[in-house]
């Protein structure tokens, strides 16, 4: 290998462009960054979600949650209840007068049974929503189901 043969490594000869070293060079004068603005300036830094001055996304979406309207709220009772108010009142018949009645449920509440605890009672359950497990034991003890 002889002087004339040295090459520099591959990549190791790159520089950027000289910027701000007057007219001559081609990259003088605004040294690329343009006329006026922000992004002229020296010091300057885009902040974290700046979207040129529009409103950003952050404050314009709403903070606190979502208001579902078509949400139903089901007032839950197990049939554990449903038997114990069977036992105490007498009642094959169960029905959401009945559960407003016994103080459990307001007057325009919805009511879901849930499936907690066992049923002997043969119970006709009248009731907006019914978990399967609920619908299944009450049919089990030989009773009806069914939906307002």
Same mark, same amino acid.
């Given at each position: 290998?002889?002087?004339?043969?040295?090459?520099?490594?591959?990549?190791?000869?790159?520089?950027?462009?000289?910027?701000?070293?007057?007219?001559?060079?081609?990259?003088?004068?605004?040294?690329?960054?343009?006329?006026?603005?922000?992004?002229?300036?020296?010091?300057?830094?885009?902040?974290?979600?700046? /979207?040129? $001055?529009?409103?950003?996304?952050?404050?314009? =979406?709403?903070?606190? +949650?979502?208001?579902? #309207?078509?949400? &139903?709220?089901?007032?839950?009772?197990?049939?554990?209840?449903?038997?114990?108010?069977?036992?105490?009142?007498?009642?094959?018949?169960?029905?959401?007068?009945?559960?407003? /009645?016994? $103080?459990?449920?307001?007057?325009?509440?919805? =009511?879901?049974?849930? +499936?907690?605890?066992? #049923?002997?009672? &043969?119970?006709?359950?009248?009731?907006?929503?019914?978990?399967?497990?609920?619908?299944?034991?009450?049919?089990?003890?030989?009773?009806?189901?069914?939906?307002?």
């Amino acid at each position: 290998m002889e002087l004339n043969q040295l090459k520099p490594a591959t990549g190791s000869n790159h520089h950027d462009k000289r910027i701000g070293r007057g007219t001559g060079s081609g990259h003088g004068g605004t040294s690329t960054r343009g006329h006026k603005g922000a992004k002229s300036r020296s010091g300057y830094s885009k902040k974290i979600g700046f /979207e040129g $001055g529009q409103m950003p996304l952050q404050r314009r =979406v709403p903070k606190f +949650g979502f208001k579902n #309207i078509n949400r &139903k709220e089901y007032k839950s009772i197990n049939i554990e209840v449903l038997q114990g108010l069977a036992e105490k009142n007498g009642w094959t018949v169960i029905t959401p007068d009945n559960l407003n /009645e016994a $103080g459990l449920i307001s007057k325009n509440d919805q =009511v879901k049974i849930l +499936g907690k605890g066992a #049923i002997s009672a &043969k119970l006709e359950v009248k009731a907006h929503a019914f978990s399967k497990s609920a619908e299944a034991a009450i049919e089990a003890a030989q009773g009806t189901v069914v939906k307002l």
